[in-house]
């Protein structure tokens, strides 16, 4: 094998500069003190002296020539002809207005020791601090190695034998593997983009806000509590501009269908009763307009609400704004709808002590996840819009804004800047008939 890489050094590649100057270009680079190795001119054309730039030792300028013979024989003639191109390389090289610290010679002649030293010499005596000669030899040992199997097999095409094959695999094996996966993970994760934003244009069946406490309470421990989430869209779609949806404990709290202080019959905690509720605010309607002269709070409609029994033990609180109706008889906004929305959870003081992190989902997606880290208590009193009845003795503890720990005051949704994760991979539907289609 290396008698065979020695010969098709010789004359394989004659009178193909460009594949000449590609392979010493790799070759260049499997060495670790080169780096951002790169062609002065991939396609021929005046170099300047230099065919190949590169960094030596992390911040040094170096230049590179290639000087091949063709059918080189080391003949005295041709020994001759690649030291004067050598000196017309390197005077080309050092007349550049950015004189280089090194410089690099490649040829496909074997040249002395003694030979290769007089190269050396005539860089240092114009001042190159660093001047490297690859030779045919020295090119063929790299070749013949591990790190110069593919650069053999592209340019020389000589093919690896068994025992080549077994150590090219174990030296680059696992990084072959890697590059692998690491290309089906992005075509994957493209494909989950694509599925994404085709999905996302269908009407949004449920916005769901799931708030992880740092444990498993008891009821008795949460009694009382509220927990509601303000959103407000970046743009109106289909009249709707700003939604608040959330829940509480006794069940007819929020109940559309009965009296707003019927819930005080009800004794308080979580553990006897939970209610739910969500309401839109509006742009662009007559009665709207009309409304806005009485008040310049924003004017929130009841579109749904809900009662459950109560709960033992919590470790969520969930809350969803939900428009999974049996018929659809009006349009509804969509789950693209909510990129770049603004959101903010606010809750009762005990129950935001509680809260480990914010989980966000919507139509099987689960949207974003809030760490402990990402969120901060904001204690300062505020005026609340929260559209739903509490007691005084209820508000005791006091209404806080969940918001998050950095610049700014609110959430933000931004499918720009992740990929939502589908929760869920739909079955294929069998077919019995594939089987029996032959008696058809």
Not at 25 to 38: G, M, Q
Not at 137 to 153: C, H, K, M, N, W
Not at 369 to 389: C, N, Q, V
Request: aromatic letters at 12%.
């Amino acid at each position: 094998m290396p008698y065979q890489t020695d010969e098709k050094l010789k004359g394989y590649l004659d009178t193909n500069q460009l594949h000449r100057e590609q392979m010493c270009r790799a070759i260049l680079a499997t060495d670790k003190r080169y780096s951002d190795v790169r062609p002065r001119h991939p396609r021929g054309g005046p170099d300047g002296g230099r065919d190949i730039e590169a960094i030596y030792r992390e911040n040094k300028v170096a230049y590179g020539a290639v000087g091949f013979s063709n059918q080189a024989n080391d003949s005295a003639e041709q020994k001759r002809a690649i030291k004067q191109k050598f000196r017309d390389d390197l005077a080309s090289a050092i007349s550049d207005g950015k004189k280089p610290d090194a410089f690099f010679f490649f040829t496909n002649l074997s040249m002395t020791v003694g030979e290769k030293e007089a190269f050396i010499s005539d860089a240092k005596e114009s001042e190159i601090k660093h001047c490297e000669i690859f030779d045919r030899e020295r090119i063929r040992i790299v070749l013949d190695s591990p790190d110069g199997f593919f650069i053999r097999f592209q340019f020389l095409n000589i093919s690896l034998s068994e025992a080549e094959q077994a150590s090219f695999f174990a030296r680059w094996g696992d990084d072959i593997q890697s590059v692998i996966a690491t290309g089906f993970q992005r075509i994957e994760r493209t494909l989950d983009r694509v599925l994404f934003f085709q999905e996302a244009s269908e009407c949004l069946d449920q916005f769901v806000l799931s708030f992880e406490l740092k444990r498993t309470f008891q009821a008795e421990e949460i009694g009382h509590f509220r927990a509601f989430c303000l959103m407000r869209l970046k743009e109106p779609k289909h009249q709707v501009f700003g939604i608040a949806f959330g829940s509480s404990d006794r069940s007819n709290r929020m109940r559309s269908d009965k009296d707003e202080t019927e819930f005080l019959s009800e004794p308080s905690g979580i553990k006897f009763g939970v209610s739910g509720g969500q309401w839109e605010s509006y742009i662009g309607r007559e009665e709207d307009q009309a409304s806005e002269s009485d008040s310049d709070d924003e004017r929130y409609v009841q579109v749904g609400s809900s009662s459950s029994i109560g709960r033992k033990e919590a470790a969520f609180i969930p809350i969803s704004y939900n428009k999974d109706s049996f018929i659809r008889f009006e349009p509804t906004i969509t789950m693209r709808d909510l990129d770049e929305a603004m959101f903010l959870p606010v809750m009762n003081k005990s129950l935001a002590e509680k809260v480990k992190a914010i989980h966000v989902y919507s139509n099987g997606y689960k949207i974003m996840e809030i760490g402990p880290e990402e969120f901060a208590l904001d204690e300062s009193e505020f005026e609340t819009r929260i559209p739903a009845k509490f007691t005084d003795s209820e508000l005791n503890d006091p209404w806080v804004r969940v918001r998050p720990a950095g610049m700014f005051s609110a959430f933000h949704i931004r499918f720009f800047e992740k990929t939502p994760k589908r929760l869920f991979v739909p079955a294929q539907v069998t077919n019995s008939l594939e089987s029996r289609s032959g008696d058809a």
